[in-house]
């Protein structure tokens, strides 16, 4: 069964930091792009935080630019979202998700780009 398991979400102080983990199982990410989006409360969800493409490269939205860094350890099977200078209107579910086979040096940015997600982690910045 191919799954994401994203982690590490929380409760933070405005300013703090986290870092989130995205886990696959059932699929190897050496072949997958990855990217995070997030849902915060009674909105849709937004288009991509950041993803990273299986030759290494990211791209990070403007929004989060700066601020948000993502990574990969495919020995791990595994994605991180550095989040850092967080504020609260960071508060939201954050999810992971994954597609394959990617076209070399494209980023994609948009939802219905990705096939498998994750279930979410809840991040909360508040003091």
């Known amino acids: 069964q191919l799954q994401l398991v994203e982690s590490g979400g929380g409760l933070v102080q405005p300013g703090g930091s986290l870092t989130l983990s995205c886990t696959a199982s059932?699929?190897?990410?050496?072949?997958?792009?990855i990217g995070w989006f997030r849902q915060a409360p009674g909105k849709e969800r937004e288009g991509i935080l950041c993803?990273?493409?299986?030759?290494?490269?990211?791209y990070c939205a403007d929004s989060v630019k700066g601020r948000f860094t993502i990574s990969r350890d495919n020995a791990k099977n595994t994605v991180y979202l550095q989040m850092n200078s967080l504020k609260s209107e960071d508060t939201a579910v954050y999810y992971c998700?994954?597609?394959?086979?990617?076209?070399?040096?494209?980023?994609?940015?948009?939802?219905?780009?990705?096939?498998?997600w994750g279930q979410g982690t809840q991040v909360t910045v508040s003091s």
């Open positions: 998700a994954a597609r394959n086979r990617p076209d070399s040096g494209t980023f994609y940015l948009h939802n219905y780009e990705y096939e498998i």
């Open positions: 059932g699929l190897t990410l050496d072949y997958y792009a």
């Open positions: 993803m990273s493409s299986d030759d290494g490269s990211t």
